[in-house]
């Protein structure tokens, strides 16, 4: 019986057993590579006449070299969302959506324990309505509905439903922000106290402005069906960088509007802002989750492995198609 494994031939001699066919033999080493994803070209093994040796040697080639492409398939889709869900991404959203949940209570606690509790009748325990509503819906509320198409299992099937999703929960931190926003401004009218004339004012201001110019763009573009898929592809990195932008002076505005905060209320002789009181402390620390939650969301929306693939890129030049080393 005369063996072929990688082009070399051998006789072995007083042998009655018959090899199982070539054709056979590729095709079941061709599956089994492709599942342990290596690239070696298949096993042929068969058994020639002493005549056509040369001629079966060259059919046994030329079914290797039809099967061989099967083998240098890129990693399947399933398989590599596997491992995209297997590697850090869901841990970053762990420790994400542990520092969101911190920011929203910490600012309530400061709130309710330190400055009064809330109210809607325009006194100042109305005003402390609009930080823990700020900081719910632009950061983290925001900050989780732009990662939407981050989560692997967006990157199958129809993307109609996470656009819906996308668009719903900007739509939810949209009007989070508008009644923070009424809350603040009816406790200005409420005081005598003039609107728009600080920093922090201006900064969130201009924030919203933004943040509904986004959203209506948005809608109009990559909802409604109406816009063709070039419009599409020019407008979609303007609308992922413009919705970073938002979120970069969403944190700017939250923690000048803290720091403002602490000046206004820690401004007398027995506890001044300077001392640094447990207030202070306390909210400084607020902050500094406002700042972490916003720089993980920005990590995790710009950091090129975990961006959603474009149809038909799924290939071997994904940086998580390999294997680390």
């Known amino acids: 019986m005369f063996l072929c494994y990688e082009g070399i031939?051998?006789?072995?001699?007083g042998s009655k057993e018959s090899g199982i066919s070539c054709r056979g033999k590729i095709e079941a080493e061709a599956l089994a590579s492709r599942r342990r994803r290596h690239t070696a070209?298949?096993?042929c093994q068969t058994s020639f006449p002493a005549g056509q040796l040369e001629q079966g040697h060259s059919d046994c080639e030329n079914q290797r070299s039809d099967h061989s492409s099967v083998s240098f398939q890129p990693l399947g889709l399933q398989e590599f969302l596997i491992r995209m869900?297997?590697?850090?991404?869901?841990?970053?959203?762990?420790?994400?959506?542990?520092l969101g949940s911190m920011c929203i209570l910490f600012i309530t606690y400061w709130m309710q324990y330190w400055r009064g509790g809330f109210a809607w009748d325009g006194s100042v325990h109305m005003f402390n309505w609009h930080p823990v509503l700020m900081i719910s819906g632009m950061v983290v509320l925001y900050g989780a509905a732009s990662l939407?198409?981050?989560?692997?299992?967006?990157?199958?099937g129809p993307k109609l439903p996470w656009k819906v999703l996308h668009a719903t929960l900007h739509l939810l931190a949209f009007t989070l922000?508008?009644?923070?926003l009424v809350a603040v401004f009816q406790f200005h009218n409420h005081s005598k106290i003039s609107h728009l004339y600080s920093l922090h004012s201006w900064l969130g201001i201009t924030t919203v402005v933004?943040?509904?110019?986004?959203?209506?763009?948005?809608f109009a573009i990559f909802l409604l069906p109406w816009a063709s898929q070039w419009l599409r592809s020019l407008l979609k990195p303007v609308h992922v960088f413009f919705g970073a932008c938002i979120l970069s002076l969403s944190i700017t505005s939250a923690i000048s509007g803290i720091n403002e905060k602490l000046f206004f209320v820690l401004k007398n002789a027995t506890k001044p802002y300077s001392s640094l009181p447990s207030e202070a402390v306390f909210a400084n620390s607020t902050g500094i989750l406002v700042v972490a939650f916003g720089l993980l969301v920005l990590y995790i929306l710009l950091a090129s492995p975990w961006k959603r693939p474009d149809p038909?890129?799924?290939t071997d030049r994904q940086p998580l198609l390999h294997d680390r080393e």
């Open 9 to 13: 031939t051998r006789h072995r001699s």
């Open 41 to 43: 070209l298949p096993t």
């Open 85 to 98: 869900a297997s590697g850090r991404f869901y841990l970053t959203c762990m420790v994400l959506g542990s």
């Open 148 to 156: 939407v198409y981050r989560l692997p299992a967006s990157w199958v």
């Open 177 to 180: 922000t508008v009644v923070g």
């Open 210 to 218: 933004f943040f509904a110019c986004q959203w209506s763009l948005g």
């Open 312 to 314: 038909g890129t799924l």
